[in-house]
């Protein structure tokens, strides 16, 4: 098993957050099965403001690099990304074209 922690900011609008918080209360099946299907075993995300927190454990096989070319090939999974490019920013210090960032570990007992 693999973990990683994943941040990314939301658009600092109330409005735009309700709604993205409404979107994952009914995630669409072909991305709860897309998940899947990369190896992602578990994932959560927390939110705090606009700041929003994700951990996935994965299957020792997981590539971010796989997920990304399942997921480019996979209309439903596309048309979500879409919607939520509406709601999402890239956190100041991202890399070009980076939504999620990867979080360094710091500490851990």
């Not at 439903?76 to 919607?83: C, D, G, N, Y």
Request: hydrophobic share 40%; glycine share 4%; with cysteine.
């Amino acid at each position: 098993m693999k973990r990683y922690c994943l941040a990314i900011d939301l658009k600092d609008d109330p409005e735009l957050i309700s709604q993205y918080m409404e979107h994952h209360r009914n995630v669409w099946p072909e991305n709860i099965q897309g998940i899947k299907n990369s190896g992602i075993t578990v994932m959560d995300i927390y939110r705090t403001g606009n700041r929003m927190f994700m951990i996935m454990e994965t299957t020792d096989d997981f590539s971010f690099e796989d997920k990304a070319a399942n997921d480019a090939s996979n209309a439903k999974v596309q048309e979500w990304e879409a919607l939520m490019n509406n709601f999402q920013q890239p956190l100041p210090w991202a890399k070009p074209g980076e939504k999620w960032t990867i979080m360094e570990q710091i500490f851990g007992l």
